[in-house]
């Protein structure tokens, strides 16, 4: 075999590899409330996360999700250029204070699926969650915002046996920052 064949081998190799694998995809959907709600007032955000679905999600879940929204809400709002000041405090549980923006996350499905399937063959031992993101005025309880968000992981080969329910929790987190930060500026 000459060094041009066994390049394009591995060439031919690594799309077809692309080709099999995926990703964790999933986009958060806002309800069709009525006129979008001005969230300026809030100055400081508590997460919360409510396990729906009991034992069929593992114990941790809830705690990976809260933590990494958490910590994204953070980031994000210690930007200088992508959120300067959004919230001054980010916390896990709410004071009940006037300017507190109440971010209820509940888990509605889990599924934790197979590593070693999904290392086998695209699409078999899927992992997925789905969480209803509410939005509310901490002190009156008061429903601002609802979404809804569906992760699924499915990809194969190594790259899907490499990633389990647990990424889902982070990546989740990290888009339910980006959907109360896009709330908070009017975007959505």
């Known amino acids: 075999m000459t060094t041009k064949t066994r390049f394009s081998a591995w060439v031919l190799a690594v799309a077809v590899l692309a080709a099999l694998t995926g990703c964790a995809r999933g986009k958060v959907r806002f309800g069709a409330e009525a006129p979008a709600k001005d969230l300026s007032k809030y ?28 910590k994204w809400l953070q980031a994000y709002t210690r930007s200088q250029t992508l959120y300067p000041d959004a919230f001054k405090e980010v916390r896990p549980s709410p004071m009940g204070e006037e300017d507190e923006l109440l ?21 078999l031992g899927a992992s997925k969650i789905s969480i209803t993101l509410d939005l509310l005025d901490s002190p009156s309880k008061k429903l601002l915002k609802s979404a809804q968000l569906d992760l699924v992981w499915a990809a194969g080969g190594a790259l899907g046996a490499s990633k389990g329910i647990e990424d889902l929790a982070n990546n989740a987190g990290r888009k339910v920052a980006d959907a109360v930060l896009a709330c908070k500026e009017g975007r959505k």
């Not at 396990?51 to 879940?61: A, E, L, T």
């Not at 509605?108 to 063959?121: D, E, F, H, I, Y």
């Open 103 to 123: 971010v209820e996350v509940h888990i509605t499905k889990c599924r934790k699926g197979s590593r070693v399937a999904r290392a086998m063959l695209v699409g």
């Open 43 to 70: 100055r400081s955000v508590a997460v919360t996360v409510v396990n729906d679905v009991g034992d069929k999600c593992p114990p941790d879940i809830s705690k990976n999700l809260q933590a990494a929204a958490i």
